[in-house]
């Protein structure tokens, strides 16, 4: 995604509405009770935006999920909500796959149970 105000700004739409229906979700919910959303969300668009820019990030992935017992199960509907999220904003079909893929390359950095 090029580095474009009006790609951050659509990107934090996405990451607004991602968390929206990660919250929803009541397979999901139980995870983020007491989790502080609004750093949340400002912190997955600032990953997302480096991540897909092809960058590196200051977040520690790893770091982040320790503990949180987080399994397959959660991850793939995390995903999920993600992808719909981001073709809420009109991300395009190609793209989307792109960002599977990328997402994939994550779940072991995140899944631990
Ligand atoms: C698509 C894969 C995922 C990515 C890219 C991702 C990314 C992130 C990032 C960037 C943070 C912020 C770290 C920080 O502020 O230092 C975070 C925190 C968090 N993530 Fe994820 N995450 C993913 C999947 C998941 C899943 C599957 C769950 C749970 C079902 C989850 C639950 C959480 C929670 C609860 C926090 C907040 C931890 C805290 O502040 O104590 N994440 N994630």
Do not use: N
């Not at 397979?27 to 935006?49: C, I, N, P, S, Y």
């Not at 949180?68 to 999220?85: N, P, T």
């Amino acid at each position: 995604m090029p580095e474009t105000t009006g790609a951050r700004t659509l990107l934090a739409t996405a990451v607004d509405r991602f968390y929206d229906l990660v919250l929803d979700d009541p397979a999901l919910a139980t995870w983020f009770k007491g989790v502080d959303m609004a750093r949340l969300r400002r912190h997955q668009a600032e990953f997302l935006g480096s991540a897909l820019d092809g960058g590196t990030s200051r977040f520690d992935l790893v770091r982040a999920h320790a503990g949180l017992g987080i399994d397959d199960v959660a991850y793939d509907r995390v995903c999920a909500h993600l992808l719909s999220a981001m073709a809420t904003v009109g991300v395009g079909e190609g793209y989307l796959k792109e960002l599977q893929q990328a997402v994939e390359g994550l779940r072991d950095q995140v899944v631990e149970a």
